[in-house]
Nanobody, 126 residues
Framework: QVQLADSGGGLVQAGESLRLSCIVS????????MAWFRRAPGKDREFVAA????????NYADSVKGRFTISRDSAKNTAYLQMNSLGPQDTGVYYC???????????????????WGQGTQVTVAS
């Protein structure tokens, strides 16, 4: 069983930054791929960013490219999402997710992810 614990959300002003963390515990596979999704108020959950086990493969949603950076520290069993230049459109609940292996084609599909964090709220005030 794998557990994901995401944290780091909060209330910030537009233009500011936040860093989210996702700690992995339990019997995680060695080729664990990680991702971040978010759910804005009144909308479906959407893909934000994904990274493979070695950090060699990374993908972003167009809406966050150039502003967000996904990374991971295998020694700490932790994935991160650095979010810069935040705007009100980035408000939502952010979830980390994990799966065995990285899908280069379908990395954005939430149905492929096996494990999920509980979510952390990010609110960006204008």
């Amino acid at each position: 069983q794998v557990q994901l614990a995401d944290s780091g959300g909060g209330l910030v002003q537009a233009g500011e930054s936040l860093r989210l963390s996702c700690i992995v515990s339990g019997r995680a596979p060695s080729i664990l791929a990680m991702a971040w999704f978010r759910r804005a108020p009144g909308k479906d959950r959407e893909f934000v960013a994904a990274i493979n086990w070695s950090s060699a493969l990374i993908n972003y949603a167009d809406s966050v490219k150039g502003r967000f950076t996904i990374s991971r520290d295998s020694a700490k069993n932790t994935a991160y999402l650095q979010m810069n230049s935040l705007g009100p459109q980035d408000t939502g609940v952010y979830y980390c997710a994990g799966r065995t292996g990285y899908s280069a084609t379908y990395y954005y599909r939430e149905a492929l992810y096996e494990w999920w964090g509980q979510g952390t709220q990010v609110t960006v005030a204008s």
